[in-house]
């Protein structure tokens, strides 16, 4: 009887720093992936597949997105900075779509459409 089935394990793939957006400040960093083995007799013998990847900040210990790596500092800090509604001048914290105080939209609104159609172009 052959026994064989499949596990998920860790492995690290790189190291470095890069700017925590939890901690707010720059971090080493281990990058890991996680792929599904193929097993013999409960031995994991090779990769059949990758379940994910993602990032442990050393600094909070924290488990991020292994997307983080892509951004910059400045994108970052733009990116978890409060906004301010352009209508009540309330400022609203960066994950809130819409202004706490007056409910307005944190992406500007699209343009009125206009009231008669377009002039139809003539045929060739």
């Known amino acids: ?11 690290q793939i790189a190291t470095g720093t890069f700017f925590c957006p939890n901690c707010m400040a720059d971090s080493g960093y281990t990058h890991m992936r996680v792929s599904r083995y193929l097993t013999l007799y409960f031995i994991p013998l090779f990769a059949t597949s990758t379940l994910g990847e993602y990032v442990i900040c050393h600094g909070c210990n924290g488990q991020l997105s292994d997307r983080v790596l892509e951004f910059t ?11 301010t509604c352009s209508k009540c001048h309330n400022r609203n914290p960066s994950p809130q ?3 706490l105080a007056c409910g307005a939209s944190k992406y500007s609104q699209p343009p009125p459409l206009p009231s008669a159609p377009p002039p139809a172009l003539p045929l060739a």
């Open 1 to 11: 009887m052959i026994i064989w089935g499949s596990k998920a394990k860790e492995s």
């Open 97 to 99: 779509d819409s202004c």
């Open 73 to 83: 500092r400045e994108q970052i800090l733009e990116a978890v900075q409060p906004w």
